[in-house]
């Protein structure tokens, strides 16, 4: 199993990123996947989530309306999780990672996540 996020680098505030996260060796569709970030000296947060299919989201409110989350077809071998973020602040700096948790629907607590990406850094300057 590997899930390998990148697309993360330095923007000014109000820039944008597009994350991707390309999953292997998973049986996608029994897997719904999700964005977690975790900024220095704090905790790891859900920033967004999807359903196995793509037929419900997840977006911690302070994203909500800048980021969007979507995926490839989950019967896809090579399949790919996309995290959209536009008008991008500082508060938005933080290591950025993929995640997949087996089930249909997600989870927002890192504790049951079963796979995780190797993290992406992102940094906005003001």
């Known amino acids: 199993v590997q899930l390998q996020a990148y697309g993360g680098g330095l923007v000014q505030t109000g820039g944008s990123l597009r994350l991707s996260c390309a999953a292997s060796g998973l049986i996608l569709s029994r897997y719904a996947m999700g964005w977690f970030r975790q900024a220095p000296g704090k905790d790891r947060e859900a920033v967004a989530a999807?359903?196995?299919?793509?037929?419900?989201?997840?977006?911690?409110d302070s994203v909500k309306g800048r980021f969007t989350i979507s995926r490839d077809n989950p019967k896809n071998t090579v399949y790919t999780l996309y995290l959209q973020m536009n008008s991008l602040k500082p508060e938005d700096t933080a290591v950025y990672y993929c995640?997949?948790?087996?089930?249909?629907?997600?989870?927002?607590?890192?504790?049951?996540?079963?796979?995780w990406g190797q993290g992406t850094q992102v940094t906005v300057s003001s």
């Open positions: 999807i359903t196995w299919n793509g037929d419900s989201t997840y977006y911690k």
């Open positions: 995640a997949a948790r087996r089930g249909s629907y997600y989870s927002l607590s890192p504790d049951e996540i079963n796979y």
